[in-house]
């Protein structure tokens, strides 16, 4: 094998800016595929991806190029651009040389943008900028490339003016990363490690995993052992993807491609695991470090029968989403269900959906919350993930709660109102500065659980829609923070409560009470909502009884007989309010989520 002949590299850019254009264009130019074959986002594989027009799986391909009389094998990764799909970006970056990076010619440089860059130089990747989208009407690519030349400190020569639709200067760009991405490096002739950088369940071949060749060479039929978990298993398959997956004899040093291992727990090949020969003592690859989801949010399913159906379907989704986790949780009000972590709130809706169309189930999904730590007047510090979790208040000496460092690209025209807002959500401002005349980015300190809900919607409609938002977990700092109940006729409801600061509870109370008086149904006795912290009742609302005209079927009389049909009305309904059982309907959590 000639390693000086591969080139290995990614697609990095902001939601939206023609990553999975150009690698329709890449695959026509080199002919990977034929033409009657080709598709609009060819490599976004999932029916939801080509829905929502975005990249929510990495995917990589091997494509062969001429390039001066030489035969070139390129492996491209294509990548996510959304933020709540970063960890999918970085595992890319670890398998890569170099990095394409795209800019929209008449966006300009996005919050996400800089947050890919600054991935990128931490792997020390070879970065070749590339202004995209040339060919729209509005396109600025002057502008756009002394932004890039500001940022990345480049000469104006070394950026590439493309477009991805009309496939100008794509042939450029082949040339560009073989003459600027260096070729992998590794040992041919040491212990052979592959670094396993995704992974996916197939229900005949079992567990499929992406891999990446550092050193030596794996064969069809070898014994292999995952280095992290001590698993081992056979070699079944072997091979690269075209983009399908395409079989061959041998992977060798440098090349990307895929092993069949025939395992059937996902666990048993991890995301950044090491793969390595049966019986060699090699050591482990550096790998990726652990996500940590700071989003949760519980996942029911509308009938309880459902339940060992959602349980198989988190199982399998696991297995080609490595960032969500998920934990067996009860409520009263809901049944049985699982305790997830997201990345964010994208990264909650893409699993919800994926979870109800590829498995058939109708599930609902409790108020999203934030990681809290808890340190209780013992001295212990307690990490919780659900409300129901918070211990008696007289019990905590300290709540912290988790702090983002978030970048908003926004031009100027809107920076009034968007610095309202982060004041409002208790936002520490840490640097503004000019990326151009009319563009800046804004640099703050924000407690996650205020970014979580509406912030976002909020920020995108102040700015008409040109603001970006990229964020970063930076830690946990104290915070002045309350457990609110909800309390429908006096019984708590687990499934409700919430974690909020403490100024803003008795308007979160009242708004969560409000909604609730508009989607429980009248009952035919008096229903109390109240929010509460502790013994404190900080918002109450009524929901009146449905009244029977049990009189109507008087035709004459005493008065008296009215009067003792009354009577007796009123003890039933006392009766049935002293049982206190108000079913909630799904529809009322379901309005809730949609604050």
Same mark, same amino acid.
Request: proline fraction near 4%; charge should be neutral; glycine fraction near 8%.
């Given at each position: 094998?000639?390693?000086?002949?591969?080139?290995?590299?990614?697609?990095?850019?902001?939601?939206?800016?023609?990553?999975?254009?150009?690698?329709?264009?890449?695959?026509?130019?080199?002919?990977?595929?034929?033409?009657?074959?080709?598709?609009?986002?060819?490599?976004?594989?999932?029916?939801?991806?080509?829905?929502?027009?975005?990249?929510?799986?990495?995917?990589?391909?091997?494509?062969?190029?001429?390039?001066?009389?030489?035969?070139?094998?390129?492996?491209?990764?294509?990548?996510?651009?959304?933020?709540?799909?970063?960890?999918?970006?970085?595992?890319?970056?670890?398998?890569?040389?170099?990095?394409?990076?795209?800019?929209?010619?008449?966006?300009?440089?996005?919050?996400?943008?800089?947050?890919?860059?600054?991935?990128?130089?931490?792997?020390?990747?070879?970065?070749?900028?590339?202004?995209?989208?040339?060919?729209?009407?509005?396109?600025?690519?002057?502008?756009?490339?002394?932004?890039?030349?500001?940022?990345?400190?480049?000469?104006?020569?070394?950026?590439?003016?493309?477009?991805?639709?009309?496939?100008?200067?794509?042939?450029?760009?082949?040339?560009?990363?073989?003459?600027?991405?260096?070729?992998?490096?590794?040992?041919?002739?040491?212990?052979?490690?592959?670094?396993?950088?995704?992974?996916?369940?197939?229900?005949?071949?079992?567990?499929?995993?992406?891999?990446?060749?550092?050193?030596?060479?794996?064969?069809?039929?070898?014994?292999?052992?995952?280095?992290?978990?001590?698993?081992?298993?056979?070699?079944?398959?072997?091979?690269?993807?075209?983009?399908?997956?395409?079989?061959?004899?041998?992977?060798?040093?440098?090349?990307?491609?895929?092993?069949?291992?025939?395992?059937?727990?996902?666990?048993?090949?991890?995301?950044?695991?090491?793969?390595?020969?049966?019986?060699?003592?090699?050591?482990?690859?550096?790998?990726?470090?652990?996500?940590?989801?700071?989003?949760?949010?519980?996942?029911?399913?509308?009938? #309880? &029968?459902?339940?060992?159906?959602?349980? $198989?379907? !988190?199982?399998?989704?696991?297995?080609?989403?490595? /960032? %969500?986790? +998920? *934990?067996?949780?009860?409520?009263?009000?809901?049944?049985?269900?699982?305790?997830?972590?997201?990345?964010?709130?994208?990264?909650?809706?893409?699993?919800?959906?994926?979870?109800?169309?590829?498995?058939?189930?109708?599930?609902?999904?409790?108020?999203?919350?934030?990681?809290?730590?808890?340190?209780?007047?013992?001295?212990?510090?307690?990490?919780?993930?659900?409300?129901?979790?918070?211990?008696?208040?007289?019990?905590?000496?300290?709540?912290?709660?988790?702090?983002?460092?978030?970048?908003?690209?926004?031009?100027?025209?809107?920076?009034?109102?968007?610095?309202?807002?982060?004041?409002?959500?208790?936002?520490?401002?840490?640097?503004?500065?000019?990326?151009?005349?009319?563009?800046?980015?804004?640099?703050?300190?924000?407690?996650? #659980? &205020?970014?979580?809900?509406?912030?976002? $919607?909020? !920020?995108?409609?102040?700015?008409?829609?040109?603001? /970006? %938002?990229? +964020? *970063?977990?930076?830690?946990?700092?104290?915070?002045?923070?309350?457990?609110?109940?909800?309390?429908?006729?006096?019984?708590?409801?687990?499934?409700?409560?919430?974690?909020?600061?403490?100024?803003?509870?008795?308007?979160?109370?009242?708004?969560?009470?409000?909604?609730?008086?508009?989607?429980?149904?009248?009952?035919?006795?008096?229903?109390?909502?109240?929010?509460?912290?502790?013994?404190?009742?900080?918002?109450?609302?009524?929901?009146?009884?449905?009244?029977?005209?049990?009189?109507?079927?008087?035709?004459?009389?005493?008065?008296?007989?009215?009067?003792?049909?009354?009577?007796?009305?009123?003890?039933?309904?006392?009766?049935?309010?002293?049982?206190?059982?108000?079913?909630?309907?799904?529809?009322?959590?379901?309005?809730?989520?949609?604050?």
């Amino acid at each position: 094998m000639n390693e000086i002949k591969i080139r290995n590299f990614c697609i990095i850019a902001h939601i939206d800016h023609g990553k999975s254009t150009l690698a329709d264009r890449f695959l026509e130019l080199t002919k990977t595929v034929e033409k009657r074959n080709m598709k609009e986002q060819l490599l976004d594989t999932m029916e939801l991806e080509r829905e929502r027009g975005i990249t929510i799986k990495l995917q990589p391909v091997r494509m062969k190029y001429s390039k001066g009389g030489e035969e070139y094998t390129l492996n491209l990764i294509d990548t996510p651009g959304h933020v709540d799909f970063s960890y999918e970006v970085s595992r890319s970056l670890a398998a890569v040389e170099g990095a394409i990076l795209l800019v929209d010619a008449s966006q300009g440089i996005e919050a996400q943008t800089l947050t890919n860059i600054y991935m990128a130089l931490e792997h020390n990747l070879e970065i070749i900028p590339v202004v995209n989208k040339i060919d729209l009407p509005q396109a600025e690519p002057v502008r756009v490339a002394k932004e890039i030349e500001k940022i990345l400190g480049v000469k104006k020569e070394e950026i590439i003016f493309a477009s991805a639709k009309t496939g100008e200067g794509v042939k450029e760009i082949l040339d560009r990363i073989i003459e600027k991405v260096p070729p992998p490096k590794g040992n041919e002739d040491g212990d052979s490690r592959a670094l396993i950088f995704d992974s996916f369940y197939d229900q005949f071949k079992g567990v499929i995993t992406y891999v990446r060749v550092f050193d030596g060479s794996f064969s069809l039929r070898q014994k292999i052992e995952m280095l992290g978990t001590k698993k081992e298993a056979e070699i079944l398959e072997i091979g690269y993807l075209n983009p399908a997956l395409t079989p061959l004899k041998s992977l060798e040093t440098g090349q990307i491609g895929f092993i069949v291992t025939g395992l059937r727990e996902v666990k048993d090949a991890r995301v950044g695991d090491t793969i390595t020969i049966a019986g060699k003592s090699a050591q482990p690859l550096p790998g990726y470090k652990k996500v940590t989801p700071f989003v949760f949010a519980g996942l029911f399913t509308t009938s #309880g &029968e459902d339940f060992p159906l959602l349980k $198989d379907a !988190l199982a399998k989704l696991t297995l080609s989403d490595s /960032s %969500l986790t +998920y *934990e067996p949780e009860s409520s009263t009000a809901l049944g049985f269900g699982f305790r997830c972590g997201f990345l964010g709130l994208l990264h909650l809706e893409i699993v919800k959906e994926r979870l109800e169309r590829e498995f058939n189930l109708d599930l609902i999904v409790t108020s999203p919350s934030v990681t809290y730590e808890i340190v209780k007047t013992s001295g212990e510090t307690i990490v919780i993930k659900n409300p129901s979790e918070f211990p008696d208040m007289s019990a905590v000496k300290e709540i912290r709660e988790p702090w983002l460092r978030i970048e908003v690209v926004t031009p100027k025209d809107y920076l009034g109102g968007i610095i309202k807002i982060l004041q409002e959500k208790r936002g520490i401002q840490k640097a503004i500065d000019y990326i151009d005349e009319t563009r800046m980015v804004l640099a703050y300190e924000i407690p996650m #659980g &205020e970014v979580i809900t509406d912030f976002y $919607d909020n !920020l995108k409609t102040i700015s008409s829609g040109y603001a /970006s %938002l990229g +964020y *970063e977990i930076i830690g946990f700092k104290p915070g002045d923070m309350a457990k609110i109940d909800i309390l429908v006729s006096g019984v708590k409801v687990d499934a409700l409560s919430f974690i909020t600061f403490r100024i803003n509870a008795y308007k979160e109370g009242l708004k969560i009470v409000s909604k609730l008086k508009e989607s429980i149904p009248k009952q035919l006795f008096k229903v109390t909502l109240q929010a509460a912290i502790g013994g404190k009742i900080l918002a109450r609302e009524d929901i009146p009884a449905l009244r029977k005209d049990v009189t109507a079927k008087l035709y004459g009389g005493d008065v008296t007989r009215k009067r003792k049909l009354l009577e007796k009305q009123k003890k039933g309904k006392k009766k049935m309010k002293a049982i206190g059982n108000v079913e909630i309907p799904t529809e009322a959590f379901l309005e809730l989520l949609r604050k």
